[in-house]
């Protein structure tokens, strides 16, 4: 007998805002249907079938039951409540901004940038290319360099990249690479931890001492966290004489005005974008840029977008020069970076764009006067500042007592010695704010007026020879977009480029494109979240260490793990961070010469290029006819390098989509042998609430939380990857050398600029695992893990699937084998990924982790209705390649071919042998919601052949 609203008991109808029927697509009806589909008389039955008995947990998650939405809100704020937002002088890379609400509303805000990939697929993703390639052009300008990538993960490991690839470019024949004493702490630990790792001797000294020193590369920074400005156009100029590249961390608002590193003679410059309206999120995330010469462009590590022209000779954005990456070139890639920081430097850019010059000229002119008045009020009372030219920094000769009133008074500033602080100046300062300093730090009420009267005259506090002299963001794109509706509706044509969550299943394997809900969203902008500095007094920071805490109980749970580290802002991160810590393990006990990391043919390009970056040999373990580890040869290898075994990097499930039934044994084959295991969590969410990485055997691995864990994947980045340890590793996890981690295991030194990592995105993952619980996250895995069966067994008897377990399942994802079609008729998965478009989708996981395949994860949050659309596209694709092989289509000239189909192959002539309507709208349903491509199928190789990676003129994209 059903009830009613009138019946039902209580707790029945407070499930009415329950998340859990909101993030898993099927409903239960769904749900049975689909099993039917399969064949398994039980979703129970379907994983018993699926995961190895051996490894599956023998007790539910010990997490808390699930919170409905506003419950979870409620209290998350209140914990949010705990934090002190103060203003914050403490700079040290770290600043004040606003964000322009028409920024944060329309892109930080909109699931229509932020749930977008990686853009490998080009032709549905020119808006945030187009993005990117503003933002490499502001780089470009205001370091006064030839050539930008599209992003690093914070200023910290873009200087610890700098240092590698001065490496691979100097032809110095030196071991030892300087670092400048100015530099930021956080940089230099960084920078410290990579170069123990090469075994790279580090200089320090005073930027004017460099050239003294036989080196193959420096690093210097300008403004130095001593707040002066130098010109370094000789110390570079001696230092290259030498054979030394040179690299320059900079500060992109003081480079609106201040002589470019380019104009130095610097050979790369790099620094932080955060000021550039993104908030200090305690710590992150935040894009950092990296700049360089034409010259090193092959060398420069991260993504690069370049300009090529499509099939109809129109110009189009991609991802230029991937040979250089390392999901190509493994352990000789330039860097394992995979994540970047996309999302925060289109915000950076876009904020350029809003702004334009003129504009940042007034927003980086009126915080200097700030600063300079400061800086004339000391001197007028007596308290000369540490240094008399500067941008925005003042170092003033005051204690502790000064410190404490200023916190009083609702101001954190630097502590840089007993008797020294600094305050550094943003556009969140007012006047009022320099009086009320002045009043603290002197004693004294001074007239702010008068100060800038006296300042102005000066004409402030650089230089003629520090400041710059050339034009800067002269593209029609940063001159054009200055009120709102000119920079909403640009934005909005862009969005309108890209494919993205809100429009349809984005079924990338290896990827987990699944829901990122509104309310796991929205706490990332509340001021208490957003405006603290990494390095405020931890005392202020209460809320989030609550949170982190919380969070970091709920993974230990969830992977069985006894310790875990945020510090990782990057899956790759997450596996060096790993790696970072076997190594010190082994070194503790003597055994430096363990260094061989074992590595299956399957595995992801991060894992042999981060054992590449922890100066470890990669040996390859083959794999066997079923997809799997190779047993006996990892057997093998493991006897044949006994002595010298580092560790063992493997994937769970495996790349190939199956749970391995010999996953236990190959953990304890590398540990008989004095390995350790290192699981990569790219499949983890196959394995919540069924097992862990713990109970399979593995002593550490990062957790992807911009995939499990619903953090979004912002066309590229942030993402986050903390690492969980054993008890035994935990000892050797990251710690910082600016704000310490306290508690049981103190870790080592950094490896991201903030103790915490990208801080201010680890609220979205506490929501989803608050608002799922145990039981639902453990629903959410089987429901994955159910969608990809059912999308392996629609399709099976049109394209081969490549790979099962034991008994016939697939885990969360699924490889189709595209090579025997193109053996026969010439179509490739490229072909099939670019007419996917057509049908209104992005492509799955190309020619990984096999060539000439398609890998295939729909996730736990898509429904029945979204899954039969993709399998019947796919379906439909395959009857058109039916009709290539049968002869009916030329081999060279049909829709698969010319795909994708833009507008204006629709209203051009027409001379195909297959008709308007086949091109655009394959199947009845695709008009109802058509995604149009605005470029055909773009020519990657003239886009390598003919690299530019600039704004183009406005004309070109007309065309």
Not at 10 to 23: E, K, P, T, Y
Not at 544 to 572: C, H, K, V
Not at 616 to 629: E, F, I, L, S, Y
Request: hydrophobic share 45%; proline share 5%; charged share 20%.
């Amino acid at each position: 007998m059903s009830t009613t609203p009138f019946s039902a008991p209580l707790s029945a109808l407070d499930q009415h805002d329950a998340f859990i029927q909101r993030h898993i697509g099927p409903s239960q009806d769904e749900v049975q249907a689909m099993l039917a589909a399969v064949g398994a008389p039980s979703l129970d039955a379907l994983i018993g079938e699926t995961v190895p008995p051996s490894i599956r947990l023998d007790a539910p998650l010990p997490l808390a039951g699930a919170k409905a939405e506003h419950v979870a809100l409620a209290e998350l704020k209140a914990i949010a409540a705990k934090n002190v937002v103060k203003k914050s002088l403490i700079g040290m890379g770290y600043y004040g901004t606003l964000t322009p609400n028409v920024i944060l509303r329309n892109v930080l805000e909109n699931p229509g940038w932020y749930t977008a990939y990686t853009p490998y697929q080009a032709e549905i993703a020119q808006g945030r290319l187009e993005a990117l390639l503003n933002y490499q052009q502001m780089v470009i300008d205001l370091t006064g360099m030839e050539l930008a990538n599209a992003s690093l993960l914070d200023e910290a490991t873009a200087a610890a990249e700098a240092m590698a690839m001065a490496r691979r470019v100097s032809r110095s024949k030196s071991n030892a690479f300087f670092v400048d004493a100015n530099t930021w702490p956080q940089t230099i630990d960084v920078v410290r931890t990579r170069a123990a790792l090469f075994g790279f001797e580090l200089v320090f000294g005073d930027a004017a001492d460099a050239p003294a020193h036989d080196v193959f590369g420096a690093l210097l920074q300008n403004p130095g966290q001593n707040g002066e400005v130098v010109d370094l156009t000789d110390t570079i100029a001696a230092l290259k004489a030498k054979d030394a590249v040179v690299a320059v961390a900079c500060d992109l608002m003081a480079q609106v005005l201040v002589k470019s590193p380019g104009a130095m003679g610097a050979d790369i410059a790099l620094g932080s974008a955060q000021r550039f309206g993104v908030p200090m999120g305690f710590g992150g995330p935040h894009a950092a840029f990296f700049a360089t010469r034409d010259a090193h462009k092959r060398s420069v590590p991260g993504r690069i977008i370049g300009v090529s022209v499509d099939a109809r000779g129109k110009t189009a954005l991609r991802m230029a020069l991937q040979t250089r990456e390392q999901h190509i070139r493994r352990e000789k890639a330039n860097s394992n970076i995979c994540t970047s920081q996309v999302l925060l430097a289109n915000m950076a850019g876009f904020y350029a764009v809003y702004h334009g010059p003129e504009g940042l000229r007034t927003i980086a002119g009126r915080i200097h006067r700030l600063a300079a008045i400061f800086a004339e009020g000391l001197s007028q009372a007596g308290m000369a500042p540490v240094s008399d030219v500067f941008f925005d920094t003042v170092l003033v000769r005051a204690g502790a007592d000064v410190l404490a009133a200023a916190a009083a008074a609702g101001y954190n500033l630097r502590r840089v010695a007993d008797d020294t602080l600094g305050l550094a100046f943003d556009e969140t300062h007012t006047a009022a704010d320099v009086a009320a300093l002045l009043q603290l730090v002197t004693g004294q009420a001074m007239d702010i007026h008068a100060l800038d009267t006296v300042v102005a005259a000066r004409n402030g506090a650089l230089p003629d020879a520090l400041r710059r002299n050339d034009a800067i963001l002269s593209h029609p794109v940063f001159n054009t977009h200055h009120t709102e509706h000119e920079m909403l509706r640009y934005l909005k044509r862009l969005q309108n480029k890209d494919l993205a969550l809100d429009h349809s299943m984005i079924s990338l394997g290896s990827c987990t494109m699944k829901l990122n809900a509104t309310a796991e969203m929205i706490p990332v902008t509340w001021p208490e979240f957003a405006n603290i500095h990494p390095f405020a007094p931890i005392d202020q920071a209460q809320g989030y260490l609550e949170m982190i805490g919380s969070l970091d109980a709920y993974l230990r749970a969830i992977t069985g793990f006894a310790a875990i580290s945020m510090q990782p802002n990057s899956g790759a991160q997450g596996e060096y961070a790993g790696l970072l810590a076997i190594r010190r393990y082994h070194d503790s006990r003597g055994d430096r010469h363990r260094t061989i990391c074992l590595i299956p043919k399957s595995a992801h390009g991060t894992n042999p290029a981060t054992a590449q970056m922890c100066n470890m040999k990669v040996v390859a373990v083959d794999c066997d006819d079923n997809g799997n580890v190779d047993v006996a040869d990892l057997k093998a290898k493991a006897e044949q390098h006994s002595a010298n075994l580092a560790c063992l990097m493997i994937t769970y499930p495996s790349t190939h989509g199956v749970f391995e039934a010999a996953i236990r044994e190959i953990c304890d084959t590398v540990h008989a042998h004095g390995g350790q295991v290192y699981m990569d969590g790219a499949n983890m969410n196959a394995q919540v609430g069924l097992t862990s990485p713990a109970s399979i055997g593995a002593d550490v691995s990062h957790m992807n939380l911009h995939k499990t864990f619903c953090i979004p994947h912002g066309g590229g980045g942030p993402g986050m990857g903390p690492i969980g340890l054993a008890a035994h590793l935990a000892p050797f996890m990251a710690n910082h050398v600016v704000q310490p981690i306290d508690g049981p295991h103190a870790g080592q030194g950094a490896v991201s600029a903030a103790p915490y990592g990208s801080a201010s995105i680890l609220p979205i993952s506490w929501m989803y695992i608050a608002m799922m619980g145990g039981e639902g996250l453990k629903r959410a895995t089987e429901i994955a893990i159910l969608n990809a069966n059912y999308i392996a067994n629609r399709l099976k008897g049109h394209y081969p699937v490549l790979y099962s377990g034991e008994n016939g399942r697939v885990a969360h994802e699924c490889i189709i084998d595209i090579r025997p079609i193109k053996a026969a008729c010439g179509v490739s998965e490229v072909d099939i990924a670019k007419r996917l478009m057509d049908y209104g989708f992005h492509a799955p996981t190309m020619s990984f982790p096999v060539a000439g395949t398609i890998m295939i994860e729909p996730t736990e949050s898509e429904s029945q209705a979204e899954l039969d659309r993709f399998i019947d596209a796919m379906i439909s694709i395959r009857a058109e390649i039916a009709k290539i092989e049968a002869g009916e289509w030329d081999g060279d000239n049909n829709p698969l071919k010319h795909a994708p189909h833009s507008q204006a192959d629709l209203i051009g002539e027409w001379d195909r042998p297959y008709t308007r309507q086949v091109a655009a709208f394959p199947l009845p349903w695709v008009g109802e919601n058509k995604f149009w491509p605005s470029v055909n199928r773009i020519d990657d190789v003239y886009g390598d052949r003919n690299l530019f990676c600039a704004c183009v003129p406005i004309e070109a994209y007309e065309g």
